[in-house]
């Protein structure tokens, strides 16, 4: 087991989301009968990554096996393997599963009914880039960032940024997806969204979102 | 339009981008990093295409970090895009 906090978020109905986070610990060392029986057939892509990525990467899995085989009791089969960019795929099963991490902080989540994003992000100086507000924001979110004062703009552009990425994660459309023609506070208004959820840690520095969706 | 950018200086300009978005220090990396590894991930990388359009007046898909995975490749890329 990883060191590390952790925490089941709201349960939404059926109890059919399940989610953790926390941080991914010091590096471990897994043995490749370890990263077959948690990756399966993606254990390939962990071979081609070092270090801390490589950590996270198997640690935010090994973490959905707990939550598949220990909470919803169900047999693990390992990921597909899939082209990067594109929404992790569990083999044989028909959970929806997603992953995010920044730096060595963690958040995954498990779907038994409908699609689920997460994404979480620490507040950085990358959210005062103008040129990230413009393709993050709808014209009226472009304009209500403006009027804030410049302290709490970093902070809005990484909660609207987060909201629509986990949105965008749940449709697996990712980078594909114009940020600019939604409202994250639209989200939750949409007949496909069951659930936004934006749920605080400890840490101040880090947002995080959930978006749970109707499958398609 | 910049026509003839040349390569060495496209590192430099990312290398100062990638600077100010306060993720990685000076020193730490160089163009040969793979960006991947320096944790910049899509808002990062939706952020530097942004960058690289209003800068080079080049429209590019965010993907291109994955084309271009390092400083050096992307640069290379760009000047590429930036001549054609």
């Not at chain 2, 990388?45 to 271009?68: H, K, N, R, S």
Request: charged share 25%; net charge neutral.
């Amino acid at each position: 087991m990883p060191r590390s906090s952790y925490r089941y978020l709201p349960r939404g109905r059926r109890e059919s989301l399940h989610l953790r986070a926390g941080r991914s610990g010091s590096h471990r060392d897994w043995t490749s009968r370890q990263l077959v029986e948690i990756l399966g057939p993606d254990a390939a892509t962990a071979a081609s990554l070092s270090g801390r990525r490589r950590n996270e990467y198997i640690t935010a899995r090994a973490w959905l096996r707990e939550i598949v085989r220990g909470r919803l009791g169900l047999p693990w089969h390992g990921f597909e393997v899939v082209p990067r960019g594109e929404k992790p795929r569990l083999r044989r099963s028909s959970l929806d599963v997603s992953i995010a991490h920044s730096d060595d902080h963690l958040l995954v989540g498990v779907s038994a009914h409908g699609l689920l994003g997460v994404d979480l992000e620490l507040v950085a100086p990358v959210f005062d880039q103008p040129a990230l507000a413009r393709r993050a924001c709808s014209p009226a979110e472009l304009e209500a960032l403006s009027r804030l004062p410049a302290s709490a703009r970093r902070e809005r552009l990484a909660q609207l940024w987060t909201i629509k990425e986990s949105y965008a994660k749940a449709l697996g459309t990712g980078l594909a997806m114009d940020f600019t023609a939604f409202e994250a506070a639209d989200l939750q208004r949409r007949s496909d969204v069951r659930r936004i959820l934006t749920p605080r840690g400890r840490d101040r520095r880090l947002l995080q979102a959930v978006a749970w969706i109707d499958g398609v | 339009m910049p026509t003839d950018v040349l390569p060495t200086q496209v590192e430099e300009w990312l290398t100062g981008r990638v600077i100010a978005y306060g993720k990685v220090i000076p020193g730490s990396f160089t163009v040969d990093t793979p960006l991947s590894e320096l944790g910049l991930d899509s808002v990062y990388a939706l952020t530097l295409c942004g960058d690289i359009e209003d800068e080079f007046q080049l429209e590019v898909d965010p993907t291109i970090v994955w084309d271009y995975p390092t400083i050096r490749e992307l640069a290379g890329g760009i000047s590429q895009l930036a001549a054609e």
